[in-house]
């Protein structure tokens, strides 16, 4: 009997016993997932924080994104937004609706790319729901995770004179999808292959998110683009920001794709999907920070200031503003 012939015979009981309840590591807060709900308690002196997004075929992902993959990309996006709120990641739940038949195997990989990334981030799966779908694969995570009581990193709380910086490399999954969905040469076998993976498969930033808390002033994840996300930051604090393109981190794939055609540094700029961490700080914590970032294993940059003139400023190599045109991605 086939894989997929085991599947198509599974019902959804038997299909939860069978790829996910081992994502469950035994914990007792998940129940064996037979109830109808999990239970967790939050250590004392914390929050709860919880998010949710959901990914959808064809919108979020592209069609042929390996099972793997896609579940290190429905994990990894949520993990992202708890480090960006200086939270530790502690389980989280998942609905999947899924349209038939389901391929070969394609359970049995998407279970393991979950167990994957819970060994990496210390999480376990609570509970969810499993349904059959008309429509296209759509994935539905809500990643909970603790805090400080009154110690989370918002949007709202740069200042003047604050310094931005971001996490890692900017722009890599932008060109990925670029080499993914419309077959680009940008950066040679190598660095193609190493953009598309930056796109498939983000890394959460969670070990330095919550060694930020009591340093940055402000936090948010770049899923939307650069420019996007720190405009979230500048209108949620009332100010402006200018970025320099001299100071922006670049991977050697990018580079190399800018070096060649240089129109790509708008869509390094505006392109989304990178989970990075951009954040502020007063200049007095910038040895604060780089102890945090050693500590992490995550390098970040110094990228630009924030100002009490509105809006996000690129600004080039002579300190011209450049156009970014609408900015970022937009879900609606």
Request: glycine share 14%; net charge negative.
């Amino acid at each position: 009997m086939s894989d997929n012939d085991k599947t198509e015979n599974l019902g959804e009981f038997d299909l939860i016993a069978a790829y996910f309840r081992p994502l469950t590591e035994g914990r007792p807060e998940a129940l064996d997932l037979e109830d109808d709900a999990g239970l967790l308690t939050p250590p004392e002196g914390s929050q709860l924080v919880v998010t949710t997004d959901a990914l959808v075929a064809g919108q979020h992902f592209l069609p042929d994104t390996p099972a793997e993959s896609l579940a290190v990309k429905a994990l990894g996006v949520n993990l992202s937004d708890l480090a960006a709120m200086g939270a530790t990641p502690a389980a989280y739940t998942l609905a999947l609706a899924a349209p038939k038949p389901i391929p070969p195997g394609w359970l049995q990989n998407f279970a393991a790319g979950l167990g994957d990334m819970q060994a990496a981030h210390g999480i376990f799966l609570l509970g969810g729901d499993t349904v059959t779908t008309s429509g296209p694969l759509t994935l539905s995570v809500t990643a909970l995770g603790w805090v400080g009581a009154g110690a989370a990193l918002c949007r709202s709380g740069a200042q003047v004179g604050d310094d931005l910086y971001v996490s890692g490399t900017i722009g890599d999954a932008a060109l990925g999808l670029l080499v993914a969905r419309d077959g680009r040469k940008l950066a040679g076998d190598g660095g193609d292959a190493f953009l598309r993976g930056r796109y498939d498969r983000p890394q959460p930033r969670t070990t330095l998110g919550p060694r930020l808390v009591g340093i940055a002033t402000s936090c948010i994840d770049v899923s939307d683009g650069l420019a996007a996300d720190v405009g979230h930051i500048t209108k949620t604090s009332g100010l402006g920001a200018e970025i320099s393109v001299r100071d922006l981190p670049l991977s050697d794939a990018a580079r190399s794709a800018l070096t060649d055609d240089p129109g790509l540094l708008q869509t390094l700029v505006t392109g989304g999907d990178d989970y990075e961490l951009a954040f502020t700080a007063p200049p007095s914590a910038a040895g604060t920070i780089a102890a945090a970032a050693g500590e992490s294993g995550v390098p970040v940059t110094r990228i630009g200031t924030m100002t009490a003139e509105p809006d996000v400023r690129l600004l080039g190599p002579g300190g011209a503003a450049l156009d970014l045109g609408q900015g970022g991605y937009r879900h609606f």
